[in-house]
């Protein structure tokens, strides 16, 4: 049983050893034990965290704990690693949560702006004539040079040249169309 102190009020208040077995441990190896755990976590909160859960196993612990036959720092230090691995095990087990900033910071895209861009500009792309898709397939699609392109479509280089550029300038007004802008 606990001993009763009586108070300024006149309620019974109990004292409990406990508490000043945790304050001695505090005083005594409470600095160390916070930078200890600070250098293992990288993190003061987390570390204070944990600090004060060794603290509460060493008051729950009290009566099997004996600080008069030999240190404790021992035990608090081991205690304290044991807390921090499991904490950092939790934590890597699940996932992390993300605020709505951090999770614009790691959106992956799922590939549907590149198939509507791809379907917007094979739209445009039927848009055109015949002789300047025929060019554009020849240059960029099949990666044939221009002399390649020319023998191809069995018209001179300089008719490829043409068509390319021209192909190109109509191909960019079509999409401009369809609202793209560059």
Known sequence: MQPAVETSDRTLMTWDP???FVGALWAEHGEALLGY???????????????????????????HLDAASRSLRPWLFTVAGHLA?????AR????????????ERRAVGDGID?????????????????????????????????????????????????????????????LEERGWRP
């Open 18 to 20: 406990g508490e000043a």
């Open 37 to 63: 755990v600070s250098r293992l976590t990288g993190d003061p909160g987390r570390a204070e965290d944990i600090v004060q859960e060794v603290m509460l196993r060493a008051w729950r612990h009290a009566d």
């Open 85 to 89: 691995t499991d904490q950092h095990r």
């Open 92 to 103: 890597r087990s699940r996932p992390e949560v993300l605020g709505t900033e951090g999770l």
């Open 114 to 174: 590149r198939a509507v861009d791809a379907w917007e500009v094979s739209a445009a792309f039927g848009t055109l004539s015949p002789e300047h898709r025929s060019v554009l397939v020849e240059t960029y699609y099949r990666g044939h040079s221009v002399a390649e392109a020319a023998a191809a479509l069995g018209v001179p280089a300089g008719t490829v040249k043409s068509r390319t550029y021209y192909a190109l300038r109509a191909l960019r007004l079509a």
